[in-house]
């Protein structure tokens, strides 16, 4: 963040208090007009400098040679002129001191090589003047509560709380031209086009600040700062629910994003992960994300996650308790008070469990009687009210009702599902201005509420990470600089065998005592040296199933049987992988069994280091029982990525064996993190297997791999 | 069936020539009253006869003291009457010779003892005269193709070839409500009401054979034949789609459908299989049910099962090649041919390669362009057209052009996601008028078509399975007969150890020698007889991880060990489960190690037996590694079964080993499926572990229990 917009907070960003559009045209149906127009009829309060030296006044007002001419404070200028005149357009707004460029033009990094220099040289203007910038070729930027529309949307958005964030202008112009048919009541709504400045995670820290945001809405192809983008996830989740949908993330849609924006799309496990660690709510579709961010923005966050459903009809109140059950949300328990009420108001034929079901005659009252008798337990909070449209029913009153119900009851959480089209229009825009969120279906209703309550149980965690911090662990740092250092001389791209070793060791992780060994006459000294019986095993960086290739003997218990056991070895790989690297052999002591996991990290090129943790041993391609998170891990984290996978099961005692030591291995996860974190030149760590011992007797890293 | 229907066919039901309302009433408000209105302006073409005693005439036509009275032939009678007057009522329909009676009134089965008997002699009454009853308790019948609207509902809905068959009045309401705004047009609906007599399987045999219809969609909350629901389902859906909502399906959705209709909503398992066994495309949701409704409705199905995207907007783009890679579609290779002519037409800046992006500014030649090309190679059939309002954006012409594009290329499907509302609207309503689908968002698009292109494969695969038949073995039914006959005279609900192997072995099913004693003395007989070394085991129907309790003893060698080992399990499983009832030992044969695989058999309340296969060994509850399906199986399920599951990787040979008798297992599964078909008390088999050896060398069960 530029030292000035420090200073000043994200106040120009946000709520510029006077705008120039630069390239202002009289010309209706050019892109110049539009915005112009767009900026007077949206009821901006502050100052507007029309800037085009062709004209002296536009839609009435005055207009500026340049901005320079201006001759009072600009806090934002919006930039509409051809790409070969947006640099010295930038130089005229550095002098005169304008605070925030948003530049709508396009002809910049997306064209190619040439737009990309004009880029990077219009970022260079804006840090000599500490200007910020928004795009270049974007959409613009809208602020409803201050009626600043500077964009060439064809739509001013209705007024509301949701704050959107997008990577795609065009997404932006078909949900401004859906928002009032679906309801949809922004707050901003920022166009990130290329993204050559601001970013999401600038928006993300400004708009955690703006109380006219109650969520923060992001549609993202690539993030080009990881590391940075999940640690402000998570400081700015803890104060608002942050909602995202990132496209690319199959094999097809990222090939689809790469050739579309140049956008890193990134592996699907490293987004999954990074969201989730880091309290980023992830939607699955565009109709879930502005369902979720409806509610956010209208609805409070109940606090006691446990669904109370209202309905006339049993079927979609079904349909909704499948939703609940699908979604791990609890249906409320409703107790012999409140259904011995709800029974003596209700006729016989309703059901007064959970579900209610209303039955199809309900006129409003009956609704009404419901609501009352349920609002009054404070811990019913949230509620899916259901109606069809049945012959009886007075659909209106029952929105007025809920509105009304709403306002009186305002920590109570109201998402409606008024299923019908034709006879509800009246009743569901009754809703809608009354603040009761309104879903086409009773599963949308429910999964949008699903966020709401699952919003509650991510702020916990994040507040509870933040307060953590990381555990650190003694770790011989010079040893592992020099060994790294060694393998950068040799241009290995992997380390020995006895090298991952000794850095593991220099973590403080005990590994199987292991020497490599370039003959058979080395093979048996090692042999001696760590004591009979012995393991060898092929050193290759190319062999993974070493077993497989006739790579691996175990047990060997004399010298003879070492000199063998690396003949048969030579040859048998030889034979097998003719093309394989091969160093020679490792020999190591014949650790006792333990239950074998495995421990891994791949460096996201995105996020970082990710950290995998699974169930290790000859089936773990079979079952695919892993878990990941990014580091650096707290303490918390290690453990529940544990507790995730079956291999759990497995270490907490599975069918009367004793309990593993699964303290020693969060100690390893924790020992990888720091490792990884303070090493960025390691690419890839794979321990498989790591032996667990009954608890309190450790772990033993049996065979590591390093890659840098 | 009934006689008299079956000879006239379905014509009476779906196409009546003739109707009489009775209960038509002349007081606005009244259902008799508004039911004859929507008889009388929905257009129906045939004679309409109101009956009430009370009345001359109603809304101008004619009316009849009683159904006897009208004196012409008379296909269908709608009863509205009050629940008391319907048996009377349905006795004159009997004498006139009606055929099919629509009971929209209620006060039947729903509201108890008394309703559910009236509801009984209501069909005694329909059978003695062979006439078929819809309902009670339901909306009534619809049918747009003759302009019938026989039911409560407060509008006719669009004409269409969508035919709806559902559980729940309230959601027909609902949906024929909002259809107008969605576009969705329908063939007939069917409200089911109680079931007392047709239900979803007649109505999908009739369906089946109507030629208005080109899906058939279900809305269902319980299946009261489940066996011939499957059959007819196989049977149906070679012919047309069925695309199918089944709610009450998670345990809170369970309770709530239960306490609703008192229908038993059944098993999630066992639904999920029958559907995807049987040909049931299951819809996820409400949006799901009709997006793909509408899209089987209009689209031909594809056959080359690969997507073509093409946008105006990159960020959808990608949204829809990620909405392919989630549900499995590929996207269609272009080839070099291809993408040279879009190169040709399309500006620089667009993306040639799939999704094919037009870029911002494209207007309607464009997209006429690019599809050209595109509908040139006959196997590109399958297309995504999306759309964003933009400045430049000719959302009308490209609409048109779309409908345009559809009847000059009637074999090509064609979904469209125009995203946006208020500008988008007239173009949105062209689309429909022309037959092609629109959907809000590209994902919904996408997987809309994905029901298309899954169709294919479905029926291609019920077919295979109709021309299969079910394989046949020698099984020596006298001596299970007998076996079962003696566990039901001794009051058990279990078999015993022997008797279970000597079942498996009368369907040629392969187990280790087993004999069951009593006594340390009979274990040693046993073991004589059998032949060292043996195994002994707990025999307790209770005990279900024998080794965990100490109940296992392996490798015995003599008779001394046995007598030993005999007396540790007696002595152990007293002290571990002292409340388990303890019939002695098991001795048998120490089997060869072979892979450890489980074969399983649950009889499904509604849909009958349910198999299972899956890993064995001790990490089975660890890893659920299992598949299902209904018997009887055809050769091709049991394989399938086997292969998907991870087991088949181990069974294949994994990581160098050699592969299993696969055909051994398929082998057993078969005859499993058909001892469980002809011998219907057996309740359950568990087959735990089945021992299967390398290829040719068969497998063997090592341990079973069958509970009946």
Redesign the interface.
């Given at each position: 963040m530029s030292k000035s917009l420090k200073e000043g907070g994200f106040e120009p960003l946000l709520n510029p208090r006077s705008i120039a559009v630069v390239g202002a045209s009289r010309r209706e149906g050019k892109?110049g007009h539009?915005v112009l127009k767009n900026v007077v009829e949206g009821g901006f309060k502050g100052a507007i400098y029309p800037v085009n030296p062709q004209a002296d006044s536009v839609l009435g007002l005055k207009c500026y040679p340049r901005v320079t001419d201006i001759g009072k404070p600009v806090d934002m200028a919006v930039i509409v002129v051809p790409a070969e005149r947006v640099l010295e357009v930038a130089e005229d707004c550095g002098s005169a001191g304008v605070k925030v460029l948003v530049v709508i033009s396009a002809g910049f990094k997306?064209?190619g090589v040439e737009g990309a220099r004009r880029e990077s040289e219009l970022i260079s203007i804006a840090k000599k003047y500490r200007m910020r910038v928004l795009g270049p070729n974007c959409l613009g930027y809208i602020n409803t509560s201050i009626g600043l529309n500077a964009s060439?949307a064809?739509?001013m958005p209705l007024k509301g709380h949701i704050s959107l964030v997008?990577?795609?202008?065009?997404?932006l112009?078909?949900?401004i031209?859906?928002?009032?048919?679906?309801g949809l009541a922004f707050s901003k709504i920022i166009s990130l086009g290329n993204k050559a400045d601001l970013d999401e995670i600038d928006y993300m820290r400004a708009l955690a600040e703006d109380p006219e945001t109650k969520v923060i809405v992001l549609?993202l192809?690539g993030i080009n700062k990881g590391e940075e983008f999940i640690r402000v996830s998570r400081e700015v989740s803890v104060k608002k629910p942050i909602v995202a949908?990132k496209?690319?993330?199959?094999?097809?849609?990222a090939?689809?994003?790469s050739?579309?924006?140049g956008s890193m799309a990134g592996s699907e496990v490293a987004y999954n992960t990074a969201f989730r660690q880091f309290g980023v709510i992830r939607a699955e579709?565009?109709?879930d994300l502005f369902d979720s961010a409806t509610c956010f923005a209208t609805q409070p966050i109940p606090k006691h996650r446990s669904v109370v459903?209202v309905t006339?009809?049993?079927?979609?109140?079904?349909?909704a308790?499948?939703?609940?059950?699908?979604l791990g949300l609890r249906?409320a328990e409703l107790g012999a008070e409140i259904t011995r009420r709800l029974r003596e108001v209700l006729p016989p034929?309703a059901?007064i469990?959970?579900?209610i079901?209303l039955i199809?005659d309900a006129k409003a009252d009956r609704y009404e009687a419901a609501l009352k008798i349920l609002s009054s337990r404070e811990d019913l909070d949230a509620f899916v009210v259901i109606l069809?449209?049945?012959?009886m029913t007075e659909a209106e009153e029952v929105a007025k009702l809920l509105v009304d119900f709403k306002s009186k009851n305002p920590s109570k959480t109201v998402v409606a599902s008024f299923?019908?089209?034709?006879?509800?229009a009246k009743a569901i825009s009754i809703l809608r201005e009354g603040g009761v969120p309104n879903y086409?279906?009773?599963?949308?209703a429910v999964k949008a509420l699903s966020s709401l309550i699952r919003y509650e149980e991510v702020k916990e965690e994040q507040l509870k990470r933040l307060r953590e911090g990381y555990p650190r662990y003694p770790i011989d740092r010079d040893l592992i600089r020099e060994i790294l250092d060694r393998a950068k001389r040799d241009e290995r791209k992997f380390l020995m065998p006895d090298e991952v070793c000794e850095i593991l060791r220099a973590c403080g992780i005990r590994t199987a005592p292991t020497i490599l060994a370039r003959s058979d006459e080395e093979a048996v000294e090692a042999a001696e040296a760590i004591g009979y019986p012995v393991v060898l095993k092929v050193a290759s960086p190319h062999i993974t199933?070493k077993?497989?290739v006739g790579g691996v003997k175990i047990g060997l218990l004399t010298p003879a049987e070492v000199k063998l056991a690396y003949h048969e070895i030579m040859a048998s790989v030889a034979r097998f992988m003719p093309g394989a690297a091969v160093y020679g052999v490792v020999v190591s002591s014949m650790a006792p069994q333990g239950k074998e996991v495995i421990v891994g990290m791949h460096r996201d090129p995105q996020f970082g280091p990710l950290i995998m943790f699974g169930l290790g041993g000859?089936?773990v391609?079979?079952?695919r029982?892993v878990s990941f998170r990014l580091a650096p891990l707290t303490r918390s984290e290690a453990v529940e990525m544990i507790m995730e996978t079956?291999a759990y099961?497995?270490l907490k005692g599975?069918?009367?064996e004793p309990p593993s030591d699964i303290e020693a291995v969060v100690e390893t996860l924790l020992k990888i993190s720091m490792l990884s974190m303070e090493f960025r030149e390691i690419q890839e760590i794979d321990i498989n297997p790591l032996f667990v011992y009954e608890k309190f007797k450790g772990c033993l890293v049996v065979d590591a791999k390093i890659w840098w």
């Open positions: 892109v539009a997306e064209t060439f064809h739509l997008s990577q795609s202008g065009a997404l112009t078909a949900l031209d859906r928002a009032p048919i679906d549609y192809e949908l496209s690319g993330v199959t094999e097809a849609g090939r689809a994003a050739s579309h924006t579709s565009l109709d459903i006339n009809a049993g079927g979609p109140g079904i349909l308790a499948d939703a609940c059950g699908r249906l034929a059901s469990h959970n579900p079901d199809g069809t449209p049945q012959a299923m019908g089209g034709v006879r509800l086409e279906t009773p599963e949308r199933h077993s497989d000859v089936y391609e079979l079952v029982d079956k099961r497995l599975f069918r009367g």
